[in-house]
């Protein structure tokens, strides 16, 4: 089968840059986002938690009952809503529940690894680009949106609790990607570890960067607008999107 057609049967994309630019983004709009609706807008972080789940319920049910391959449109509004919910997940529970960051992070971290572990075990592969029957991407977004509570963890770990500064925590989380990718194009390291490594990092890195930007300077921030870089994210990853549904439906053309 023509690998570009093969690309079009996936349930999810193919792994490219604007892939790669695409999910930092969300991951910050996650970050930024959760904060403006819940203390900016005043909803608070249950009642938002709630509404975000609720239509990502509603668009995670059109992607296994309607849509039978990836749509980008959808897909990247389930990683933008599952970003927000992972923030929110994390920040209701250290900061409703009283769970320290050090304990949040050891959980979802095992979590994330049970996940991966029972994925391989019923699916003998843990590749995106195997994911085409709705039982896998099941698999998948559970990850996922571990990964993203769980990044929302390590991210507030380093640079508040740990006291390094979201600069120092957004070097860190570059470098150690950095050091994957070199892993992996200079000594071959295993493609699928890769990006899995990769994956979970984007979520602090993305999130470091929205805390970067949008936190009072005597924080340690730059003390932008959140709503401003809201809008500029999410008009990006706008279009991204944009751009990635008309090359897929050349593709399919």
Do not use: C
Not at 65 to 78: E, F, G, L
């Amino acid at each position: 089968m023509n690998n570009q057609l093969k690309t079009t049967l996936l349930r999810v994309p193919e792994v490219t840059l604007l892939f790669w630019i695409a999910k930092t983004l969300s991951t910050t709009v996650g970050e930024t986002g959760a904060d403006f609706l819940a203390f900016d807008l005043n909803l608070g972080m249950p009642l938002v938690a709630l509404i975000m789940s609720t239509i990502m319920a509603i668009f995670l049910f059109f992607q296994f009952t309607k849509i039978k391959a990836y749509s980008p449109t959808v897909y990247w509004s389930i990683v933008v809503l599952m970003s927000v919910i992972g923030t929110l997940i994390t920040d209701i529970l250290v900061d409703d529940f009283g769970v320290s960051l050090e304990l949040l992070t050891i959980v979802f971290t095992l979590s994330m690894l049970v996940g991966f572990a029972v994925w391989y075990k019923n699916e003998k592969t843990l590749s995106i680009h195997s994911i085409d029957t709705a039982k896998r991407e099941a698999y998948y977004w559970l990850v996922i949106l571990l990964a993203f509570a769980l990044g929302t963890g390590v991210g507030d770990l380093l640079s508040e609790r740990f006291a390094l500064g979201y600069a120092t925590a957004l070097t860190i989380f570059g470098g150690a990607i950095v050091l994957t990718a070199i892993g992996y194009y200079k000594f071959k390291l295993n493609a699928v570890f890769a990006f899995w490594v990769v994956y979970v990092l984007t979520r602090p890195l993305g999130a470091s960067l929205g805390d970067l930007l949008i936190q009072p300077v005597n924080e340690g921030g730059m003390g932008l607008s959140m709503v401003y870089v809201n809008l500029l994210f999410l008009a990006t990853i706008v279009s991204i999107v944009f751009y990635m549904s008309v090359r897929l439906r050349k593709l399919e053309a």
